[in-house]
C-alpha cells in the first residue's frame, strides 16, 4: 500500500539479559520489519526481565511505570509516520501500571483495536468477553484475528470462528496457522506477506484507517 507506519510495543516483560543489557526482541523485531529507524527507547519506553504483567514486573523490580513517557514517545512517532502499529502486552485486561488496565492507555492514545485470540478450545469466551468488554467501554475494535499457537489438532478450531461471529458484528479477518520457528525476520517475511494477501482480509483494517 506504500504506508509510511511506525511501531511501537510500549510495555515488553520477559526480556532477555545478554552482557548484562535486557534486549527487548519483540520491540527489535518490531523495528527490524517495519524498517524504522525510531530510538528503540521510544518504540519499547519500559523493558522487564520478569516474564509477568508490567505492573507486577514494574513492582519486582522496584520500579515504576509512568504512562505519561509511554504517551509521549507514542506522539513523537506518530507526528513522524501516516500510521502506528502498537503491539499489546499478553491480553486486554492486563494491569501495566497500579490500579491501570492496559484499555485506559489504549484509550488515551487514541487507538482502534485488532483483537488476536487463540484458534482453539476456550477462544469462544475469551475472544468474546474481550469484545463484549470494548463494546461496553466505547473502544473501537477494527476486527479480530486467530492464531494458532500449537501443531496438535484441535476438533474446535474449524468452527470457533463462526460461533464467535453469530454473537459479535465486529468482522473476522482470518486464523493464523502454526509457523513454528521461521528464523530470520526475512524468512518469516516471505512466508508472512504471501499468506497475508490470500488468506488474512484486511479491507476493515484499511477502512478503519482510512484507506481503500
Not at 492507555?105 to 487463540?118: A, C, H, N, Q
Not at 468452527?159 to 526475512?186: A, C, H, K, Q
Request: aromatic share 8%; hydrophobic share 40%.
Amino acid at each position: 500500500k506504500g504506508v509510511d507506519v511506525g511501531v511501537m510495543k510500549p510495555l515488553e516483560s520477559g526480556a532477555v539479559r545478554f552482557e548484562g543489557a535486557l534486549i527487548p526482541r519483540d520491540a527489535y523485531q518490531l523495528k527490524e520489519v517495519a524498517g524504522v529507524d525510531d530510538p528503540l527507547e521510544r518504540v519499547n519506553p519500559y523493558c522487564f526481565e520478569a516474564p509477568v504483567a508490567p505492573a507486577e514486573a514494574a513492582r519486582r523490580e522496584r520500579g515504576e511505570i509512568d504512562l505519561k513517557r509511554i504517551e509521549e514517545a507514542f506522539w513523537a512517532m506518530a507526528s513522524r509516520h501516516e500510521v502506528m502499529i502498537v503491539e499489546g502486552v499478553g491480553g486486554l485486561l492486563v494491569p501495566i501500571a497500579r490500579g491501570v488496565l492496559l484499555p485506559q492507555l489504549i484509550s488515551t492514545m487514541e487507538l482502534p483495536i485488532l483483537l488476536v485470540g487463540r484458534a482453539g478450545l476456550g477462544t469462544i469466551n475469551h475472544t468474546l468477553l474481550s469484545l463484549y468488554y470494548c463494546k461496553k467501554e466505547g473502544l473501537k475494535v477494527m476486527g479480530y484475528l486467530l492464531n494458532k499457537t500449537s501443531p496438535e489438532v484441535d476438533p474446535s478450531e474449524e468452527d470457533n470462528p463462526r460461533w464467535i461471529s453469530s454473537f459479535t458484528d465486529v468482522p473476522y479477518l482470518g486464523t493464523f496457522p502454526y509457523m513454528g520457528e521461521l528464523g530470520s525476520i526475512t524468512e518469516a517475511k516471505e512466508f508472512l506477506l504471501p499468506f497475508f494477501k490470500e488468506k488474512i482480509s484486511l479491507s476493515p483494517v484499511f477502512e478503519a484507517l482510512g484507506f481503500s
